[in-house]
C-alpha cells in the first residue's frame, strides 16, 4: 500500500508557542487529506479536510484560528497548532487519498503525539 | 447522521481461539464500511472494506467481515487468533469524503 509519512512522532512544546506537523504523501499525489484527533482511549475525530490548493474545511467545533492547515502541494499538508495549551495535548492523525471520495482507500501516517507544559 | 457503535470496549481471547468483534452502523444510504487496526502509538492500518458485491469480505491477516444489512451490521472475525493481534480495532463507515469512527475495541490475546 502507499506511504504517508507524518513528522515529529511526538512533540513536547511549551505553552502559548505554537507546533506544526507535517503530512507527506510518500508515493502517490494526495488529493485530499484528513486531519484526526484522538483522545486517550478514544475514538479518532474528524478535524478537518483539505483539498490542494484550496481553504481547509473544518469540522464543527474545530477552531480555525487555532488549527491551521495548509495543503499547498500533492504531497504536503500541515497543521500547525498555534498558541498550544495543555488541553490541546493529543494524538494528531493524518490520512491521504489519491481522490475526494472515500470509496478510495484512504492511508493514514503513524501518528504525531503532542504534549503541551 | 452516521454513526458506528461498537459495543465491546475490550475484548480477550485465548490464543487460538475464534475472534468476533461487533459493529453496528447507520446510515441513511448503502455504506462503505471499513475496519481498521492500531498498534499503540501507531497509525491505523486497513485491514478490510466493503463497497459492494458479496457481503463477505476477506482481509488481511486472515480476518474476514461480513456486511449484515438488515442488523445493520459488519462484524469482524478471524478463527484464529495469534498474539500478535492484540491491538485496537476500529470500525468505520463512509460516505462522500469522510469517514466516521466507532469508538474502538481493544483486543487482548491470552496465551
Known amino acids: 500500500g502507499a506511504v504517508v509519512s507524518q513528522h515529529p512522532s511526538w512533540v513536547i512544546c511549551k505553552s502559548g508557542t505554537s507546533v506544526k506537523i507535517e503530512c507527506r504523501s510518500l508515493?502517490?499525489?494526495?488529493?485530499?487529506m484528513f486531519w484526526y484527533r484522538q483522545f486517550p482511549k478514544q475514538s479518532l475525530m474528524l478535524m478537518a479536510t483539505?483539498?490542494?490548493?484550496?481553504?481547509?474545511?473544518?469540522e464543527q467545533g474545530v477552531e480555525k484560528d487555532k488549527f491551521l492547515i495548509n495543503h499547498a502541494s500533492l504531497t504536503l499538508s500541515t497543521l500547525t497548532v498555534t498558541s498550544a495549551h495543555p488541553e490541546d495535548s493529543s494524538f494528531y492523525i493524518c490520512s491521504a487519498t489519491s481522490t475526494g471520495t472515500v470509496n478510495t482507500e484512504a492511508f493514514f501516517g503513524q501518528g504525531t503525539r503532542l504534549t503541551v507544559v | 447522521a452516521q454513526s458506528v457503535t461498537q459495543p465491546d470496549i475490550h475484548i480477550t481471547v485465548s490464543e487460538g481461539a475464534s475472534l468476533e468483534l461487533r459493529c453496528n452502523y447507520s446510515?441513511?444510504?448503502?455504506?462503505?464500511l471499513f475496519w481498521y487496526v492500531q498498534s499503540p502509538g501507531q497509525g491505523l492500518q486497513l485491514l478490510l472494506k466493503?463497497?459492494?458485491?458479496?457481503?463477505l469480505v476477506q482481509g488481511i491477516k486472515g480476518f474476514e467481515a461480513e456486511f449484515k444489512r438488515s442488523q445493520s451490521s459488519f462484524n469482524l472475525r478471524k478463527p484464529s487468533v495469534h498474539w500478535s493481534d492484540a491491538a485496537e480495532y476500529f470500525c468505520a463507515v463512509g460516505g462522500g469524503n469522510k469517514l466516521v469512527f466507532g469508538a474502538g475495541t481493544i483486543l487482548r490475546v491470552k496465551s
Open positions: 446510515y441513511g444510504a448503502t455504506p462503505y
Open positions: 508515493d502517490f499525489q494526495a488529493t485530499t
Open positions: 483539505s483539498n490542494e490548493g484550496s481553504k481547509a474545511t473544518y
Open positions: 466493503y463497497f459492494s458485491g458479496d457481503t
